[in-house]
């Protein structure tokens, strides 16, 4: 049990980080990577989809 809880406090904690450099960029640079300010939640969770090119 210990196991799991601190693997799932590394996952959060690797989520947080993410979340924190794609908030710091600027909307411009956020489109340059293919994404909006609103799709940093799901880009972060592994979520997000996108049509194929």
Same mark, same amino acid.
């Given at each position: 049990?210990?196991?799991?809880?601190?693997?799932?406090?590394?996952?959060?904690?690797?989520?947080?980080?993410?979340?924190?450099?794609?908030?710091?960029?600027? !909307?411009?640079?956020? =489109?340059?990577? %293919?994404?909006? &300010?609103? !799709?940093?939640?799901? =880009?972060?969770? %592994?979520?997000? &989809?996108?049509?194929?090119?």
């Amino acid at each position: 049990m210990l196991n799991h809880t601190v693997e799932a406090f590394r996952r959060w904690r690797t989520r947080e980080r993410a979340r924190r450099e794609l908030d710091s960029l600027n !909307d411009l640079q956020l =489109a340059d990577i %293919g994404i909006t &300010r609103s !799709d940093i939640e799901a =880009a972060v969770r %592994g979520e997000l &989809r996108r049509p194929a090119a």
